[in-house]
């Protein structure tokens, strides 16, 4: 979970990011099933969002966050769960130990294909994969406008956030893709909440506080148009990957 180190600054701002990230709807765990008692792996887990919301399911969960700040913040809000240094790549868990493996807006990060191979490892035979994205939505002219902005223009490290998966190899790989998945939803946030929001992006840890600054006044001064008594309605959409893990 490299790729210049971007995947690895997050911990810079790793109380707002807990703060001002999405957690997942409650509509998610239709996309989930049933996954109370199994044995849950969650690999980029970030400060937990996602975490705390699959301990409320039932899960028996495991997280991986290799950025020792963003875990830190993770491990004090669940302090019951098993949070370990380890990237998706090399996770140094034993063969065959999990379910169900869950990445949640991670997934761009790792480095492929030893992420897929190494999640692949760890699954027990018939183990379902969950990768997935929880973002703005990208159909609604507005958001999408806005969104953009998180990125600077002459960027070219910046790494497209995902949609779908397609495994490499994968009429012979260890993964048999099961279906995508898309869910729609609107999450309500303040206008100060959502232009802070906007400093979480790895496109605008990496600037300049001047640049970060005239970003974040761009992004209020579009988003105040949608403002309704201090409350903006932002467009989300949960989509991504579910994947079964082949038998050996």
Known sequence: MAYDGRGL??????????????????????????????DLLEVGAGTGLWTRFFVTLGANVTAVEPDDEM?????RKSPRIAALA???EALGLDDASYDVVAVTSAWHWFEQPAATNEIARVLRDDGQLFVLWNGFSRDVAWITEVAAL?????DTN???RGWRVAFDGELRGPFEKAKDVELHWVRQMSVDDLVALFATFSGAIIRGDEDRREMQDEVRRRVVAHEHDGVV????????????????
Request: positive net charge.
């Open 86 to 88: 380890a990237s998706a």
């Open 150 to 154: 998180r990125e600077r223009p002459d």
């Open 158 to 160: 910046s790494r497209p």
């Open 71 to 75: 875990r830190a913040v993770l491990r």
């Open 9 to 38: 600054r997050f911990g810079s701002v790793a109380e707002q990011y807990d703060r001002l990230r999405p957690s997942p709807p409650p509509a998610t765990t239709a996309i989930l099933g049933d996954v109370e008692g199994r």
């Open 233 to 248: 309605d932002v467009p989300m959409t949960l989509r991504g990957t579910v994947a079964r893990r082949r038998p050996r």
